[in-house]
């Protein structure tokens, strides 16, 4: 009778370690490589972008008839060779921006974003593909925590394209908008003078935590801490350490933090410790109405004239 109640035990503790394993690598590649929802083709993108953004066709069809929408590439520093896309100001000017997408998306669905800074306030605008994004290699999506450095990589190249006198502002969505906080905590060059960051999340931690417990009902435990070591083993870096909000607190430059009052994917409340953690000087505007990613789409207006406000105080 004993034997058969430790066999039992050591049985149900083999499917329990068996199950954290397969779901630990599941969660992973579910995560990190969703092939299934990353769209690389230019031309769904476009499609995307004319649906959700119609006034930008015009604008868009005459880039590219003037051949203003130029291609470049870097090699970072691991040999991944990334790409992005560059745009020239209508006219000559020191005033450059670099524009970061979200998860799952590329650079060509962030011309509404290029559209704010190279249409409407005349600046040069730079959007790269990040990390197995668009045209850019890489084995996995890095949440911004590896892309980090890709950006910062990035902001030297623009730096040297649009001229050596650029003043330079970040600006990015979801995703994007966390890789733009976890650049601001880097050591900048003197060129960057300010960030943006839209629905950007405090880490991946909280994110992926949030993620697992509104889509899958399951709670931290074990699998968060499972699929965070395995990710650290496949590539480098882990779920807690890949942090917004740590890196925030290390930003000295002005920061712009917008976020939807109805954001559900990446919650609201996400958005005031990480306004909280950096020091000034900073700006915040909750945009009332709108959920995740969606506030320029649904506020062109105010978002235009909130974000020209705020960076023509440090970009003249």
Not at 224 to 248: D, I
Not at 285 to 298: D, L, M, N, Q, R
């Amino acid at each position: 009778m004993r034997k058969k109640v430790v066999y039992s035990i050591i049985i149900t503790m083999l499917v329990l370690t068996g199950c954290t394993i397969g779901g630990s690598f599941y969660m992973l590649n579910f995560s990190l490589t969703p092939t299934d929802k990353i769209d690389s083709k230019e031309s769904s993108s476009y499609r995307y972008l004319y649906e959700n953004y119609p006034f930008l066709h015009p604008w868009a069809d005459s880039l590219q008839q003037a051949n203003a929408l130029k291609d470049t590439s870097i090699l970072n520093p691991e040999g991944i060779r990334l790409h992005a896309y560059y745009i020239a100001a209508p006219e000559p000017t020191s005033k450059t921006a670099v524009i970061v997408h979200g998860y799952t998306d590329n650079a060509i669905r962030m011309l509404m974003i290029g559209y704010l800074y190279n249409h409407d306030l005349g600046y040069n605008i730079l959007l790269p593909d990040l990390q197995h994004h668009g045209k850019s290699e890489g084995e996995a999506i890095q949440m911004g925590w590896k892309d980090r450095f890709d950006v910062l990589q990035w902001m030297n190249l623009a730096n040297q394209v649009f001229g050596d006198s650029t003043q330079m502002v970040v600006h990015g969505i979801s995703m994007g908008g966390a890789t733009t906080m976890m650049v601001a905590g880097e050591q900048q060059k003197p060129f960057v003078k300010c960030f943006v960051e839209d629905c950007g999340y405090t880490s991946v931690w909280d994110e992926f935590s949030h993620e697992l417990k509104s889509s899958f009902h399951l709670p931290r435990f074990p699998l968060m801490y499972t699929a965070s070591w395995l990710c650290e083993k496949k590539y480098g870096w882990n779920f807690k350490e890949a942090s917004s909000l740590n890196q925030v607190a290390k930003c000295a430059l002005p920061m712009l933090f917008i976020h939807g009052d109805k954001d559900t994917y990446v919650p609201t409340w996400m958005v005031y410790p990480l306004y909280e953690a950096k020091p000034e000087p900073k700006e915040l505007w909750i945009v009332s109405g709108a959920s995740h990613a969606v506030s320029y789409k649904e506020n062109k207006e105010e978002y235009t004239e909130k974000v020209r406000n705020f960076v023509g105080r440090y970009i003249q």
